[in-house]
């Protein structure tokens, strides 16, 4: 069985910039298994936020990205993805969140605004990151990424966490097509 794959939103831009380093291997990548490549909707999201926040985006720019958006299909965060989100977030949150009074319970918060209990140091959890690993474990996809933030790391180890608990079926894998290495 050949993987499929999701696509992050610092692979789609990439991809789709002609002028990166990393972009002549990564098209290689992609052109080996293109025909089983996603792109999540909130990575698309988050792109047209991006390029909506920026006015020093140049016109061209904005529709190459959308050109490149526009040969693939997207994949909503759906009713599927409801459970690896919810199971990935409560082992953030048992992992990171802060004690009430009450033994067991936590304050709540967002991720962006989780920090770590001993060093008070921010996360660094970016919802969409979650919500794009999500997408990845309820469809069994290999997460395309070159996020090296320490928010997309801890996502990934509470997603093994989940996952070595035997709480969801399925692994978040990863891959990075941007890495001269790969």
């Not at 909130?42 to 529709?63: H, L």
């Not at 067991?104 to 967002?110: A, F, I, L, P, V």
């Not at 605004?113 to 290999?142: C, F, R, Y």
Request: charged share 25%; proline share 5%; hydrophobic share 45%.
């Amino acid at each position: 069985m050949t993987d499929a794959y999701l696509l992050d939103t610092n692979t789609i831009c990439a991809l789709a910039d002609a002028t990166r380093s990393t972009h002549e291997s990564a098209v290689r990548r992609l052109q080996q298994a293109r025909d089983f490549v996603l792109l999540p909707s909130p990575a698309v999201g988050e792109i047209e936020f991006g390029m909506a926040k920026a006015p020093n985006v140049k016109p061209d720019m904005r529709q190459i990205l959308r050109d490149f958006i526009a040969d693939f299909n997207q994949l909503p965060f759906d009713e599927f993805c409801v459970q690896p989100y919810a199971f990935v977030r409560a082992e953030l949150w048992l992992a990171h969140g802060t004690p009430k009074t009450r033994l067991g319970s936590h304050k709540e918060h967002h991720p962006e605004d989780l920090m770590d209990k001993v060093t008070g140091v921010e996360l660094g959890i970016d919802e969409p990151d979650l919500m794009i690993a999500s997408i990845a474990m309820a469809q069994n996809l290999v997460l395309v990424t070159d996020d090296r933030n320490t928010g997309m790391a801890r996502v990934k180890q509470a997603a093994d966490a989940v996952f070595q608990k035997g709480i969801f079926p399925v692994q978040l894998r990863v891959e990075n097509w941007l890495d001269s290495i790969t």
